[in-house]
């Protein structure tokens, strides 16, 4: 079974920076991908961005050229590195990480990213 440990949420100006990250525990001897998902209040959650066991990205098109996703395999960590952040950022933010033989993700338990002046 896995834990995912998510931290790094907080206020941050628009333009400004904040980092992410999410540490995974458990049995995690066949992992797929890891990476995050953003909800507001009233919508549905959406990606982010993702990681595969192999170090391939994807980011959704909203955060693209702005958000970095990376993955410290020895750890079993994923950090998202959001840049040039806009008050749209706002939302709270999910690590998921899913594993090889399953479509169903395993999710953390949220960090609340607030971007406003």
């Known amino acids: 079974q896995v834990q995912l440990m998510e931290s790094g949420g907080g206020l941050v100006q628009p333009g400004g920076s904040l980092t992410l990250s999410c540490a995974a525990s458990g049995s995690l001897s066949s992992i797929f991908d890891m990476g995050w998902y953003r909800q507001t209040p009233g919508n549905q959650r959406e990606f982010v961005a993702s990681v595969t066991a192999g170090h391939r990205t994807n980011y959704a098109d909203a955060v693209k050229g702005r958000f970095a996703i990376s993955r410290i395999d020895a750890i079993n960590t994923v950090d998202l590195l959001m840049n040039s952040l806009k008050p749209e950022d706002s939302a709270v933010y999910y690590c998921?990480?899913?594993?090889?033989?399953?479509?169903?993700?395993?999710w953390g338990q949220g960090t609340q990213v607030t971007v406003s002046s």
């Open positions: 998921y990480l899913r594993f090889i033989h399953l479509t169903q993700k395993s």
